[in-house]
C-alpha cells in the first residue's frame, strides 16, 4: 500500500512518501480504566520519512547539531495520512530522530490522531482565552430576565446569576430586604463553553450534564469584574445646616443631603461613600468649618481631616487630609477648607467615611460642606461583566474532560472532522452490528483468556478536585471522605494491589441553608465566612426552585420586584432532594440540608456502573486474539460491534498493529467479555425508594414488594445493605440511608 503524509509547517503543505520498504502500523485504543490519555489513534514506533528539498527547507538540516532547527521540534506538526490516495487519519506528527548517511537525509516521526489532538490543543487554551471579548449585562434588567424564567435564560444565553454565598452572610432579612445587583456574581453553562471551542463538539444525551454551570469566581471580591469608565463625578454628601460638635474628639462628620450621580454610593443614613466596582477612587472636600474657644486663655486648637475606609467593617487604610493648628483666644473663628484631590485605591464593598479630630470646645460644620467623590471607575446601569477576567484559572481541556469523566463518555472523530461525546453505557449498546471473530483468528497462535483480575485493581476512586470552603472541609472531616467522591474499596480482585484513581479537575461542593429559611445555598467561604477562591466550581442548574421570599432592587433606580421563590443551583437536581433524584457527585452526597431523602442516582449509579461491574464481575474475563486485519477491514469499524468469539459476546478494547503498508497482517486485539448482571447477582433485594429515610426494597427474584424489609429474611437485608452501601439497623431490622449532616 502506498502511504503518502501531508505535513503543514507555518500554513504550507508538504507532501512526503514513506519509504517504500518501510512498515507503519498504528494502534487504536477504545478503552481505558484509567482516564483518557491512552485513547486514540496513535502509531507507537517511530517511521521514516525522507528529508530534502521543500521540506529540508522548512526544518533545516535537522540531522546537523550545528544548526538550529527552524521550528521549534517539541510542538507538533499538523497533518493527514492518506492510503492508496484516499485520507484516512488526520492528527498530529511527531519528531522524535532525525538520521544522515552519505547518501541521505531522513526523519522519524510518531503519529498522534485527532482524539490525542484534541486534548494537545485544548490544554493550551486557557478558559479565559475561550471567553475572550465575551461580556454580560450586570443590570436589574437583566436580572429580572432570568429570576422570571431562569432554564429559558439559561438556554438562550448560557449563563446564570446563582445566589451563592461569598461571604455576604446572606440572612431572611436581607433577602427579604433587597438583593441589588452586587449581590450576584455570574456562572457559564458547559454547554456555553463548549459552543466556544474552536472545535465541533455534539454530546448526545447527557443536557442535564451540559446545563451544570461553572461559576465565574477567581478572586475574593464579593462582586464580579466589570467593564467601566470613569466618571468625573459620581455624587457628594453637603450640609444643609449647620451641625455643632461637643466631643472635643475625633467624629464622623454626618451630613443630611445627598447628591448621587447614576450609582447609589453615597449615604446620609450612615453618612458614607460605598464602593461598587474595583479601582481608583478621587476625593475632595470643600468644608466651612468654626472653631470656638469658651474659656477666656489663649489656647491652641487644632483640627485634621481623615478618610476611613472600612471593608468587612474593620479599618484598612486611614488617610489623613488638611490640618491646622490655630492659636487663639476665647470666641469663635471660621475657616474654609479646601483639600487638593486625594486618591484611595478601592475594592467594591468598601466603604469610606470623613472623620474630623477636633480639640475645640465647639466645632461647628457649616452649610454648604460637602464631601465629594470627582473620579471613579463607574459601575453604570450600562455596565458589563468582562466574562474572561472572572473565569477561573483552568484549560479547555479540563472543561471537556470534566464532561467526558462524568459521564465516562467516549469520546468518537467524525469523518469531518467534528466530534461526538457519547456516555460509554449509550454508546456501547448503540450498535447492533455482529463480527464473527472465528474465521480471522490466527491460526497456531496462543489465544488468552485472562482473569481480569490479573491487570485490574484493587480499588477504584472516582472524585472531584478537594475544594478549601467550610462545608467541604466539614464534610471531609465529619465523613472522612472527600466530598462527592465514591471509593470501592475492593473489587474483588485479590491479586492485584494498585488503586485507580479518577479525579475531576474541578469541584463540586455542598449546598446549605441560609439562616432561618429552607433555601439551601453553596457557600464558598471558610470558617469565618470569609470569601475563599477555590478551585474552579461547577453546579447544577436544576430545573426547580426554593421557597424563598426576597426582593430584586436596583441600585441605579427605585425599581424592585418580589419573588416567592429562587432556582435552585446546588449538587442535587432538586432542592427536595428524593432518592431517584440526581446528584453530581460520584456516591452518595449527605447534605447540611435538612432533607430525609438523599438522591441515589449520583454519576456512579448513571454511568458508571453498568461499566465496573461487568469488568470487575467474577465473570469477567480479558481475551487476547491475534486477527488477521488491514486497515481496509476496520475502515468501516465503529469499535462498538458486537464482537463473538466461540459464541461469547465481547467488546473491543484495543487494536494494535494495524498495517498502513500491507494488505496481509496481524493484529493484536484486546477484548473484554460482556455479560449482563442481574440484580440478582448483585444482592437478594433491590432498593427502588426512600421514605422517610427507611430504604424500601423489591425482590432481585421476582421484583416483590418487601417495603422496609423488616418481615423478610435479616441475613438477606443486612447483605442487601452492605451491597448497595446503606446502613444496616440491626435494632429495626430495616437499612437507612447515611444519616443527615447538620452544622448548627
Known sequence: MIVTIILEIAGVTYVCRAFKDESIQIDRIIDSLEGLDDQGTVTRQGYRLPLFGDLLEALGDITDPSIDAKVNLNNAIKGRIFIEGFERFKGSFFVINSIASETSKQIQVIFEGNETDLKASLSNITMAELFAGETLLYNYTEMVQYFDAPDTYRDANGYIFPLVNYGQGFTFTSVFDGLGETSFKAATTFKKCFDLMP??????????????????????????????????????????????????????????????????????????????????????????????????????????????????GVVVTSVPLVW???????????????????????????????????????????????????????????????????????????????????????????????????????????NSTQIILDNIVEKDIDVQVKPFSVNGAKSIRLGYKENEDFYSKQFLELTNEPFGQKLIENTGTEYAKNEIEIKLPMSS??????????????????????????????????????????????????????????????????????????????????????????????????????????????????????????????????????????????????????????????VSATFMKRFTVFKIDIAPFWPYDVLDSIVQWKSSLDNANLGDGSAADQTDLLNSANAYGFFYDSVKDVATQNGQILIT
Request: charged share 15%.
Open 324 to 430: 491646622s493648628q490655630v492659636s487663639t483666644s476665647s470666641g469663635f473663628r471660621e475657616f474654609f477648607v479646601r483639600t487638593d484631590q486625594t486618591t484611595v485605591d478601592l475594592l467594591s464593598g468598601d466603604v469610606v467615611q470623613l472623620n474630623l479630630d477636633s480639640r475645640a470646645d465647639e466645632t461647628t460644620v457649616g452649610t454648604t460642606s460637602s464631601f465629594s467623590c470627582i473620579q471613579a471607575p463607574a459601575f453604570l446601569a450600562t455596565s458589563t461583566i468582562d466574562i474572561a477576567a472572572n473565569c477561573p484559572k483552568i484549560t479547555a481541556w479540563e472543561i471537556l474532560s470534566t464532561i467526558v469523566l462524568q459521564c465516562k463518555g467516549r469520546i468518537e472523530t467524525n469523518q469531518d472532522g467534528s466530534y461526538t461525546i457519547t456516555p460509554w453505557t449509550d454508546w456501547i449498546e448503540s
Open 509 to 666: 461542593i455542598p449546598h446549605a441553608s441560609i439562616p432561618f429559611t429552607n433555601a439551601p445555598i453553596p457557600q464558598l467561604i471558610d470558617r469565618d465566612n470569609k470569601t475563599i477562591v477555590g478551585n474552579a466550581v461547577i453546579l447544577q442548574t436544576a430545573n426547580g426552585v426554593s421557597n424563598l421570599s426576597w426582593t430584586l432592587k436596583s441600585i441605579f433606580s427605585s425599581s424592585t420586584k418580589q419573588y416567592s421563590t429562587i432556582p435552585f443551583t446546588g449538587n442535587w437536581g432538586s432542592v427536595v432532594g428524593g432518592f431517584n433524584e440526581t446528584d453530581s457527585g460520584f456516591g452518595q452526597s449527605l447534605s447540611f440540608f435538612s432533607s430525609q431523602n438523599y438522591p441515589n442516582n449520583n454519576l456512579y449509579e448513571r454511568y458508571w456502573k453498568k461499566y465496573l461491574t461487568e469488568t470487575y464481575s467474577e465473570a469477567s474475563r480479558e481475551i487476547n486474539i491475534s486477527l488477521k486485519l488491514n486497515v481496509n477491514d476496520v475502515d468501516g469499524w465503529n469499535f462498538n460491534e458486537k464482537f463473538y468469539y466461540k459464541n461469547t459476546l465481547l467488546r473491543l478494547i484495543s487494536l494494535k498493529g494495524i498495517s498502513l503498508t500491507s494488505k496481509d497482517n496481524y
Open 199 to 312: 472545535f465541533d463538539i455534539t454530546t448526545v444525551g447527557i443536557d442535564d450534564l451540559m446545563n451544570q454551570a461553572i461559576l465565574l469566581h477567581n478572586d475574593k471580591n464579593q462582586t464580579p469584574k466589570v467593564n467601566t469608565t470613569p466618571l468625573a463625578n459620581t455624587g457628594s454628601l453637603f450640609r444643609g445646616s449647620s451641625y455643632v460638635d461637643t466631643s472635643q474628639d475625633s467624629f464622623l462628620i454626618p451630613f443630611d443631603a445627598v447628591f448621587n450621580y447614576q450609582n447609589i454610593v453615597f449615604d446620609t443614613t450612615d453618612n458614607v461613600y460605598t464602593a461598587n466596582t474595583d479601582g481608583a477612587h478621587t476625593f475632595a472636600l470643600n468644608m466651612r468649618i468654626g472653631i470656638k474657644r469658651t474659656g477666656s486663655a489663649p489656647n491652641n486648637s487644632i483640627f485634621q481631616f481623615f478618610l476611613f475606609v472600612k471593608r468587612a
